[in-house]
């Protein structure tokens, strides 16, 4: 597959200038048609086969007008937006982002993708989808180090941040504010909006009155294949946060995670009352 790397920086910068983004899911492609017929050839860099995606965002971004944005409004403040992904675990969150990450860069846009850096399962430095698709991306503590890991510089030209895994993001609502607010960038975050006792996740749902579009994605239930909204945890742990993937963890419909959290309940009793029946024989 392509990386992100080679893609960022592949259309000129008078071709993101002339054609304003329009953010239609049902419009892609005429969006991207419309960007490329504007293409002047001779004004196109070269892809760069560059080490980081931030580092081609430096040489290729175009300029910041974060500047104007802070102060009061005028018309070519840029106007940014906020876009929520959410669903259970094995419903394509990432795979969602990547696209979109990958059809904004496609766009000429500067693009970047963050994570948490408690994930850790297909190394820090790459986002995976559980189809396996990778690209590389920021591991974070809190995003509130944007900023500062990026480069002010960096950051000023950054015109989409895409955030996986939102849930691990105590900072998120704050950032998305100012980010969207106040710098004029586009975030699109993914995460569970639920965990795996469909409790409030993280400050997900706390962005959702900020949002402009919120997009619920379903898996499919593991016992019947119907669709599937919840995320039910096979195992005993109770800790809210058990990085993991199906070892642990399958989506399911309501019938069967009502039924999967009666028959963990059965099974917790039945262990408890033998490990009593074996401790008073001892
Ligand atoms: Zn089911």
Known sequence: MKSLLALSPSLSNSV?????FSFSFHSRSSNLLRARTKINPSKTPNLSP?????????????PSNCSQSRGLYTDDRASGEIHVIVGPMFAGKTTTLLKRMKSESNNGRSVAIIKSNKDNRY???????HDGEKLPCLPLADLSSVREKLGTEVYDKLEVIGIDEAQFFDDLYDFCCKAADHDGKTVIIAGLDGDYLRRSFGSVLDVIPIADSVTKLNAR?????????FTLRKTEETKTELIAGAEV???????????GQVVKEATKA????????ISSLL
Do not use: W
């Open 50 to 62: 560059a080490i980081s995606v931030f580092n081609s965002l430096a040489s290729h971004g175009k």
């Open 249 to 259: 963890y399958m989506p399911v419909c309501r019938n069967h995670y009502v039924s």
């Open 221 to 229: 239930c593991e016992v019947c294949g119907k669709r599937a909204f």
């Open 270 to 277: 039945v262990l408890e009352s033998q490990n009593l029946k």
């Open 16 to 20: 993101a200038a002339a054609a304003p």
């Open 123 to 129: 190394g820090l430095d790459s986002i995976v989808t």
